[in-house]
Nanobody, 126 residues
Framework: QVRLVESGGGSVQAGGSLTLSCKAS????????RAWFRQVPGKEREAVAV????????VYADSVKGRFTISQDNAKGTLFLKMNSLKSEDTGTYYC???????????????????WGQGTRITVSS
């Protein structure tokens, strides 16, 4: 089992910045990818960004491109999401997720991920 714990959530004014962290513990399997998703009550969970562990390649949702940066510290088993120029529509609960293998699905499909954190909430006020 892999346990994921997010931190770094909070409240911020529009235009501000936050950095989320996701620390992995437990069984240390090699991971294929690690991602951030977010969810607003009443809406489906939305993929935000993914980082592929071996290649370092990253992909972002159009809504956050140019404002958010995903990164991994593989030695520490930690995933980060640096969020700049935050908007009110970025408000939500952010989850990190880990995929152990590639089965050919889309990075934005939450079914591709086997382990999830409990979420950390951010609120952006305008």
């Amino acid at each position: 089992q892999v346990r994921l714990v997010e931190s770094g959530g909070g409240s911020v004014q529009a235009g501000g910045s936050l950095t989320l962290s996701c620390k992995a513990s437990g069984d240390t399997y090699p991971t294929y990818s690690r991602a951030w998703f977010r969810q607003v009550p009443g809406k489906e969970r939305e993929a935000v960004a993914v980082s592929y562990t071996r290649s370092g390649h990253t992909v972002y949702a159009d809504s956050v491109k140019g404002r958010f940066t995903i990164s991994q510290d593989n030695a520490k088993g930690t995933l980060f999401l640096k969020m700049n120029s935050l908007k009110s529509e970025d408000t939500g609960t952010y989850y990190c997720a880990v995929s152990l293998y590639d089965d050919g699905g889309s990075w934005s499909d939450d079914n591709e991920y086997q382990y999830w954190g409990q979420g950390t909430r951010i609120t952006v006020s305008s």
